[in-house]
């Protein structure tokens, strides 16, 4: 038999209160607050008149000096959100970024590591296989073989 869930009075009580307080706080805000009529600048070109003050031309109809200052803090913000992005994808491990150089290979090892074992046999031999137990030097078919398989 299953039994009816039951209500959690203990420390989510005060929060989701508070929540909910906000909530119709907010929404009474929202909800009794009165405008006025959009104001504007007509049909003035507003972007060319950034663009005026962005190169101080003059031949801009609406003075932007106030939009040219917000377009410019949006420009930081933007520029610094990126860099931080940048900064926080980019994952480093003994001094060198991790990408391509670091892919796992077939024995776990990364690609850095497999490369100082390709010239060694004995190297090959002592590397064996934890879950089978056979070395890569036994359980490697060459390309000899696959042709004379082949024919």
């Known amino acids: 038999m299953t039994t009816r869930p039951r209500l959690k ?11 909910l307080a906000l909530f119709v706080v907010l929404a009474a805000v929202f909800l009794t607050a009165s405008f006025e009529n959009a104001q ?18 003059a031949g801009g109809e609406v003075p932007s ?3 040219l200052i917000a ?36 024995g776990g090892r990364s690609a ?6 390709a010239g060694s046999a004995d190297d090959a031999d002592a590397d064996a296989d934890t879950d089978t137990g056979v070395s890569s030097k036994e359980g490697a078919i060459s390309a000899d073989e696959k042709v004379g398989e082949a024919n």
């Open 65 to 67: 000096d106030g939009f």
């Open 9 to 19: 009075l203990g420390s989510h009580l005060v929060p989701g209160l508070v929540a």
């Open 71 to 106: 377009f410019e803090i949006i420009d930081l913000v933007l520029i610094a959100a990126l860099a931080a992005a940048v900064m926080l994808a980019r994952r480093e491990s003994d001094g060198k970024l991790v990408g391509v150089e670091s892919i796992r290979t077939d």
């Open 112 to 117: 850095d590591s497999a490369a100082d074992y």
């Open 40 to 57: 504007g600048f007509g049909g003035a070109p507003i972007t060319a008149s950034i663009g005026y003050a962005m190169f101080d031309l």
